[in-house]
């Protein structure tokens, strides 16, 4: 038998020896490092949340333009011939998902009030889909055919409902007036603020035609298979001679605002979740550290019996040790549990929100927040959490080993 | 004393002399100035043709007008041509102004909001139409000094306090005969916002005018709107029924 293995022997009978304080040991680190992983899974999970509201359905993971649209947005400044382009960029296998828009300011009235508006085409098919416009509105009311969707909070200011005729007037491509009669299919509250507030939105056919654009679009809204690749697939398409002379920017870049935004909410995060493991790791240190004072007696007589110092501190550490690896263990086990069955079925706080029926968020410092949480983890986060908790449990259990290797067995006997 | 006198006497009759001789070589009317300036295309009403011209790096347009105006309260402006584009219409009734387009058969009004956006793709804002500033009422103007080349003075005008608009001062360039050559438009931040430029001086109804007016905006670069006036009548006898919506809709 090796040294060290019957230090673990040892180690273990002296856990056995008193159940409950040793129940109590582990109890408390479990407990911390489920807190931990739980609380990050949560922060992660309204992360995920806050990009994907931000990256879809207007964003997208990136876009294509012509040079200096985003400059001017001119009319007139075209992706000429975009339904090949279109077909160009979707054939790429990062691709999950792209989409061809256009954008005009125009004036609207049902009446004889104008109203300055933003018309946006969009393709009703691949848009209806998830991440899409005009996601969320019945097959039969969709934009087509001289019929338009309109923003919720625009249609209240117009005083416009589903069946209304719309005249709309703007500044086509080639600098003529550009005017005609649109029916309201239906009002929708768009998830995209300002196409909620301004937004008239048109089929892709519908609105080339009134704009004299033929074949041509403004926008390509691209999306890949992982938000974290935007950055990269910006850069491969960018690379693409099919594009050269197009402006492509990954989302971070064309709403630079929102991209500081979520990296303050990161900083946020980080520093609650060192909170909440401060607070936990406060726990875990407290109860070893009791348990330790509380066994001052024994390790008194323990030096007396002849027990060198050292080894009684690596006994400790030891047992500190065991502790502490059943304790993660059985904690990330339920933590674990925890974050996938809620991920599944989500963990709805909507009811603490300062406005319950709010369905799809809230809108604080430019961002759609939402309470019902999806919590997730990555085996990083797991390791990162279970590591910490350990290295405090030990730490907590080294303070008072050293001090009982300096006592003088009388002392010890004596308190 | 009697030699005194005699000099004074002979300096008052050369000063009034000068005074009275051509205007070209003397300080300048500013206020007759200024009222030209302001009457220059108004009376109590007119009829009037024009071409418009739109000039930008992409693309060129070309439109024809036809106008009427009563006061400075009421005007009509008709599109004639393109063909595409004939029948539209802008009517301003006092600070309204309403579209007209006739394709779809519907009056619309210009909201507050979009005033100072383009009147129909040029580079006159809604705004130019409806406002009826006067260079006498809302400007302080002074003369800043004769100019050689056209020979002329120079003027500069500022707004009045609490005069609303959107010019902080307006730099000119007019003529001896008190004609405009250019002006120079700066934002309330003090920046050069646009130049208009007025030449080719000739007779149109009576008046001697510049007729044709050029607009550079110094945003976007590269633009410009030119309106030459091709005929125009004024005083003439223009019924106030022209200018209502219900006439407006009336195909013209």
Redesign the interface.
Known sequence: MTKSSSVIRLAWRNLGRNRRRTALAIAAVAFAQLIVLFFCGLLNGERDYLVDSITGPLIGHAQIHAAKWRE?R?V?RVLPHASALLAHVRADPTVARACARVYAPA?A?VR?????VVLVGVDPEVEAARWGMLEGIPPDALPGNQRVVIGSTLAESMAVRAGDSL?I?G?AA????A???FTVAAVSKNPVDLVDRMGVLLSLPDAQQLLALGDAAHEIAVRGRDVQASTALAARLSADPALAGMDVAPWNELVPTLATMLQVVDATSWIILAIFFFAAGTGVANTLLTSAFERTREFGMLLALGVRPFRLVRLLLSEATLLGLIGVVAGSAVGIALILVLHRTGLDLTALSPNPEAASGMRVGGLTWSMRFYPTATVGDVVRALAAILFTGILAAVWPALRVGRLLPTEAMRS | MRKTWASIAALAAALVATGSGPVAAREPDLDAILTRLDDLYRSKASIARAEIG?T?P??T?QLRVKTWSLGEDKALIVIEA?A??AG?ATLKVGDNL??Y?P??A??????A??ML??W??TDFTNDDLVKESSYRRDFVSRIAGPSESPPGWRIISEVKPGVVGRWARIEMLVTRDYLPVQMRFFDRRGDLARTLSFDDVRDIGGRRVPTRLTLVPVD?PGQRTEMRYLEAQFDADVPESTFSLTELERKR
């Open positions: 001017d001119g007139d004036l009235a004889e009030e104008g109203h300055a005249a007037v500044q080639d600098g003529s007036i005017n005609d009669l | 739109v930008s992409r693309a347009r393109p595409r584009e539209i309403w579209n387009l394709r779809i519907r009056t619309i009004r210009v909201p909001s979009m956006g383009s129909m793709g976007p």
